[in-house]
């Protein structure tokens, strides 16, 4: 998970330090490289769950990391924007394959139901913790070579080549799982025919919701790695800090909601196990809701007196993207589940299109604090729509250690 939002925590510090960009055009600009990023994302998310179910997730899962690295590698040395915007899209297709498998096989492949809660919450505890010592180590590294000696310039791009070799190592290790196609695919489908059924599926309304609910849970994640850190990246510069300073202290805010995030994530797949799904949707939802409405009421959220406010927000960002990925894995066939999550994904991108568009224009001409208050909106309409889907007539998957 630290792999695929690092890249973006670090890029105020790389628009004021290697491309000498003013800092009141961050907003927009980093706006427009998520928009970017996503667009790249949408093209290919789909392709990619497709693809693993013909080809297998191992092959995927290699290839998005693989990517991944070698985007890292070229980031930190663009020269202008145009090819800063580049390197974006090649890192989209990257978290494209990397992330919609690493959710396909986690909450759809190996768990059954009565253990998916359970087994999806430790997964993505392990991501959290990764997440966590990115953010709270890694954002340092910037400040650490400075330190040493080292340019301001070269300082960065030392950090990227280090996420890059993690990278690397990832997609290596990906060789360690089991070649082929998933349990439950008989045999090779064209591309396009999994793709129309992965769409078709939407016709079960709770296979609907969670693809809704992804154009929400996406946007969350972005929100904090691009804007949060943004935010507080200004407001320490403004204080006088040097760019090192300030993309370490956004290091530290955000690693206090992840760390959150994390240890909340073991919670709710605990209780995932024992109650319905769909109002799990529904209270992991509302905690997101309040999470950004209580951030976005917020005057500094890098402040010790605003930590409360970060807590509650590692919880809603967790909750907002656990929920749908156990929903989806509970509904989905296994002949389509590769097919079904990179549609989720294609849904969240969306999600995250909209807002790394509108939540950077918002953010220099409203306030920082606006694309906090429209994403907390957003959430309180998931939490409205979960509940309409769990008053619906008709079968639902029952579990055996599910309540009502």
Not at 347 to 371: E, H, R, T
């Amino acid at each position: 998970m630290g792999l695929f939002t690092y890249l973006t925590a670090l890029t105020p510090f790389l628009l004021k330090v290697n491309l000498g960009l003013p800092e009141a055009e961050h907003g927009r600009l980093s706006g427009n490289l998520q928009f970017a990023q996503e667009l790249a994302i949408l093209f290919a998310v789909g392709w990619w769950g497709a693809l693993s179910d013909r080809l297998g997730r191992r092959f995927v899962l290699m290839a998005g990391f693989g990517i991944t690295a070698l985007a890292y590698t070229l980031y930190p040395f663009a020269t202008s924007f145009p090819q800063l915007m580049v390197y974006r899209l090649l890192f989209g297709v990257g978290v494209a394959a990397g992330g919609a498998m690493l959710t396909a096989v986690v909450a759809g492949d190996f768990p059954d139901d009565q253990s998916r809660g359970s087994l999806t919450g430790l997964t993505y505890f392990v991501q959290g913790l990764g997440a966590t010592v990115v953010f709270f180590g890694l954002t340092r590294l910037p400040a650490i070579f400075v330190a040493d000696g080292v340019p301001e310039l070269w300082a960065g791009r030392y950090a990227y080549l280090i996420m890059a070799g993690i990278g690397l190592l990832a997609a290596l290790a990906f060789r360690g799982m089991p070649a082929g196609r998933p349990a439950g695919v008989s045999g090779r489908q064209p591309v396009r025919q999994l793709l129309t059924e992965g769409f078709s599926a939407a016709r079960n309304p709770r296979i609907a919701l969670s693809y809704a609910s992804s154009f929400a849970a996406r946007a969350d994640l972005v929100m904090v790695t691009l804007f949060l850190t943004l935010w507080i990246v200004q407001l320490r510069t403004r204080a006088g800090a040097s760019p090192a300073e300030a993309a370490a202290a956004a290091g530290l805010a955000i690693g206090i909601s992840q760390a959150v995030a994390l240890i909340w994530s073991l919670v709710l797949g605990f209780f995932s196990d024992r109650l319905h799904r769909v109002t799990v949707m529904a209270v992991a939802f509302a905690f997101a809701t309040l999470g950004y409405g209580a951030l976005a009421l917020t005057a500094d959220p890098g402040a010790p007196a605003a930590r409360w406010v970060l807590v509650l927000l590692g919880i809603g960002q967790a909750s907002a993207i656990l929920a749908p990925a156990l929903l989806l894995g509970q509904e989905a066939t296994p002949a389509l589940r590769g097919s079904t999550f990179g549609l989720q994904a294609l849904c969240g991108g969306l999600g995250i299109l909209g807002i790394s568009l509108a939540g950077g224009q918002l953010f220099d001409s409203v306030g920082p604090a606006a694309p906090f208050a429209v994403m907390a909106v957003a959430n309180a309409l998931i939490v409205v729509a979960a509940l309409v889907v769990r008053r619906l007539p008709g079968a639902v998957r029952t579990l055996s250690s599910v309540g009502t």
